[in-house]
């Protein structure tokens, strides 16, 4: 028998929107402790943050010279980053099988993802339904429903592929089979470990296809009402936001129900493109998460002509992954669907 | 504009069942020309042969020094192959989405599979359907039956998981799908490529599950009768063999039976698990080698006990990840219910 003396060290300042000085110090931590790798254990926030904290554990300077958008200095990163270990114990952020991590600068209303170098993607993600048993419902449903809209987005994306496809649809089934389920049982291993899969599943959609514009239409929402959890974000704006591209790419909208559980076929051909948005709406009633409302989160009407301007400015790169192009009006148009 | 210099050494010796010496050949090659990679384009033969020189290139002594099995060395591969890009132009092996090598001894009749060691999964592979569209109709249904069972096999197979199931069933669907079509018209550039992808996708069903007993059981038929391709000598099992598991494990063989298209639930109940097995023969039938005799390649009923013998012998290890024991008459039932 041999044995092997393993030596940790533990940081857990990580906050929910995980900011740069906490990489910053978790590197230094990291150098400090001479470590060999990182372990991101926790939700999204815990990973992307263990995925930043091994991009400067291995390079100098400071996290914000390496951004390539707002403020950031765009340097190249020139070291690889310390292996990375996912251990995630939510299932909405699909980020233990991504290479991406999103952090924002400290006091600057900055919050950008990152990840396109060699080394973010996890060495090992472990991936256990036995430690999401105590994510509350609410929670629950709106980290499943962003999983699901990695994938839906991932699916009708001009960046699908064949291999995106089938990591999309599969994951389009699983919550659609057992999210409500997982949302009223929590300790339901079976439906917690669809759901793990789902996310994980997602998480390959954003490696091999990506999000559209609707996490930018999101994110401008979130960004100016921290309270506003993403996934209730999204939840908002998915009905109009999906059932504008609905009838833009309705194979694809078909093949989702289909994923969903819809009899698609026996249904009347006009009704067929739209069935996806209704199953969705059906989806989150049963999750209770339907009808949620933007006034009660602050957001006036009346932004919404910012938010749209927003949403381009800050992630206007998305758009172009959409399907069809998505004008500033027609964006306004689906937050005024969406307001209550 | 930046200009590269990149220069190439061509090695074309390798035999459609490729030898240890060719692989020394290889690998001598690549270091008297310093290669810094190996590109394997063919069928898996070549691609093969590219792995175990990658191996060779960059470690000393003789390739089968490293061997697990019969008179294999054993040693451990001590160096990080050379990284290794794959072309494929045939659809049948999913080498070039998997680790796996088969190489043959050099007048031994020892054939053995390797690649459990870090660096032997190509680095890129690229599946080009139009490489492919000038493959004769006989040897694109022998490929792509082999790419066929390695996701059936992987599917019912004890190792099987969530995430091989995904890619067992997408690569079962598109075989039934588009390999008809394929066979019938080699310059069906969908058919192609959904052939292609199922390949690949069976490739990595044997990255994240296995093979099953299928595989020993005619490696011992092709192995005495080299002329016998292997996809032909497992069409030649496969009807026997599959009908065998169907009743062990009804439900996997529904879901595949669901894959290739059959409307399984409008089938009573006591015929649904056999409907996989009815599927398949039509699919042979379909594509022109249902009922390859085993006679006409020199294949005696007599030899039957030797043969199951044999296939435990040499490749044992299959067995147990077959979702039942399969015993030693049992495998002999199944040779005598294939033999014509």
Same mark, same amino acid.
């Given at each position: 028998?041999?044995? !092997?003396?393993?030596?940790?060290?533990?940081?857990?300042?990580?906050? =929910?929107?995980?900011?740069?000085?906490?990489?910053?110090?978790?590197?230094?931590?990291?150098?400090k402790? &001479?470590?060999?790798?990182?372990?991101?254990?926790?939700?999204?926030?815990?990973?992307?943050?263990?995925?930043s904290?091994?991009?400067?554990?291995?390079?100098?300077?400071?996290? #914000? *010279? !390496?951004?390539?958008g707002?403020?950031?200095?765009?340097? =190249?990163?020139l070291?690889?980053?310390?292996?990375?270990?996912?251990?995630?114990?939510?299932?909405?952020?699909?980020?233990?099988?991504d %290479? #991406?991590?999103?952090?924002s600068?400290?006091?600057? /209303?900055?919050?950008?993802?990152?990840?396109?170098?060699?080394?973010?993607?996890?060495?090992?993600?472990?991936?256990? %339904? @036995?430690l $999401?048993t105590?994510?509350? %419902?609410?929670?629950?449903?709106?980290?499943?429903?962003?999983?699901?809209? +990695?994938?839906? @987005?991932?699916?009708?994306?001009?960046?699908?592929?064949? $291999?995106s496809?089938?990591?999309?649809?599969?994951?389009?089934?699983?919550?659609?089979?057992?999210?409500?389920?997982?949302?009223?049982?929590?300790?339901?291993?079976?439906?917690?470990?669809?759901?793990?899969?789902? /996310?994980?599943?997602?998480?390959?959609?954003?490696?091999?296809?990506?999000?559209?514009?609707?996490?930018?239409?999101?994110?401008?929402?979130?960004?100016?009402?921290? *309270?506003?959890?993403h996934?209730?974000?999204?939840?908002?704006?998915?009905?109009?936001?999906?059932?504008?591209?609905?009838?833009?790419?309705?194979?694809?909208?078909? /093949?989702?129900?289909?994923?969903?559980?819809?009899?698609?076929?026996?249904?009347p051909?006009?009704?067929?493109? +739209?069935?996806?948005?209704?199953?969705?709406?059906?989806?989150?009633? @049963?999750c209770?998460?339907?009808g949620?409302?933007?006034?009660? !989160?602050?957001?006036?009407?009346?932004?919404?002509?910012?938010?749209?301007? /927003?949403?381009?400015e800050?992630?206007g790169?998305?758009?172009?992954?959409?399907?069809?192009?998505?004008?500033?009006?027609?964006?306004?148009?689906? !937050? @005024?669907?969406?307001? &209550?």
């Amino acid at each position: 028998m041999k044995y !092997y003396f393993v030596g940790s060290a533990v940081f857990d300042k990580i906050l =929910p929107n995980p900011v740069c000085s906490h990489v910053m110090e978790g590197a230094a931590l990291a150098k400090k402790e &001479r470590c060999d790798f990182i372990i991101g254990l926790g939700g999204g926030s815990s990973i992307d943050s263990a995925k930043s904290i091994a991009i400067m554990a291995a390079n100098p300077g400071d996290y #914000w *010279d !390496y951004i390539g958008g707002g403020s950031g200095g765009g340097k =190249p990163v020139l070291n690889k980053p310390l292996p990375v270990v996912a251990i995630t114990t939510t299932a909405g952020t699909g980020t233990e099988a991504d %290479p #991406w991590t999103v952090i924002s600068k400290d006091d600057a /209303n900055e919050k950008i993802g990152f990840g396109l170098i060699p080394g973010t993607m996890p060495v090992l993600s472990i991936v256990d %339904p @036995e430690l $999401m048993t105590s994510v509350p %419902p609410k929670l629950t449903a709106y980290q499943g429903f962003d999983a699901l809209f +990695h994938s839906t @987005e991932g699916y009708f994306s001009n960046q699908a592929n064949a $291999m995106s496809d089938i990591f999309a649809l599969k994951s389009i089934s699983l919550v659609f089979k057992s999210l409500a389920k997982a949302v009223r049982s929590g300790s339901d291993l079976e439906a917690r470990a669809d759901i793990a899969m789902a /996310n994980t599943l997602s998480g390959m959609v954003e490696s091999t296809s990506g999000v559209t514009s609707e996490h930018s239409m999101e994110h401008a929402l979130s960004a100016f009402h921290p *309270d506003l959890p993403h996934g209730a974000g999204l939840i908002m704006i998915c009905e109009a936001y999906h059932a504008y591209f609905a009838s833009k790419v309705p194979e694809r909208f078909e /093949n989702m129900a289909r994923a969903a559980g819809v009899n698609v076929d026996a249904l009347p051909a006009e009704k067929r493109s +739209h069935a996806f948005v209704d199953a969705l709406v059906a989806l989150q009633k @049963e999750c209770g998460v339907y009808g949620i409302c933007m006034s009660e !989160y602050g957001i006036q009407k009346s932004d919404i002509p910012f938010l749209a301007k /927003n949403a381009r400015e800050t992630m206007g790169g998305l758009y172009h992954a959409d399907p069809c192009a998505l004008s500033d009006e027609d964006v306004q148009a689906i !937050y @005024e669907k969406s307001y &209550r």
